[in-house]
């Protein structure tokens, strides 16, 4: 079993910066695929950024292509989402998810992820 913990949302002004964790503890997570999503209040959940396993391709939005990176740490067992040039439309509760998949070719659908945080939420101010 994987326990993923997001940190680092807050209240941030337009074109401002913040950086999620999501931290995975219980297995290692180098292997797995992994992904940022976000829920925005009456809207679906939707995709942000993808990691395939390693680290080593990674997948954007076009909402957020150029603005945000995703990475991760190996020996933290961590992924991150640096989110530059922040948007009052980027506004949302941020998620990560994983899945215990080798795959180079992460889905951008929610329902492909076994493991969610509880969320961490972003809000960017006009």
């Known amino acids: 079993q994987v326990q993923l913990v997001e940190s680092g949302g807050g209240l941030v002004r337009d074109g401002g910066s913040l950086r999620l964790s999501c931290a995975a503890s219980?297995?290692?997570?180098?292997?797995?695929?992994m992904a940022w999503f976000r829920q925005a209040p009456g809207k679906e959940r939707e995709f942000v950024a993808a990691?395939?396993?390693?680290?080593?391709?990674?997948y954007y939005a076009d909402s957020v292509k150029g603005r945000f990176t995703v990475s991760r740490d190996n020996a933290e067992n961590t992924m991150y989402l640096q989110m530059d040039s922040l948007k009052p439309e980027d506004t949302a509760v941020y998620y990560c998810?994983?899945?215990?998949?080798?795959?180079?070719?992460?889905?951008?659908?929610?329902?492909?992820?076994?493991?969610w945080g509880q969320g961490t939420q972003v809000t960017v101010s006009s």
């Open positions: 998810a994983a899945i215990p998949m080798a795959s180079s070719n992460p889905s951008r659908s929610p329902t492909w992820y076994r493991y």
């Open positions: 219980g297995r290692t997570v180098s292997s797995y695929a």
């Open positions: 990691s395939g396993w390693n680290g080593g391709i990674t």
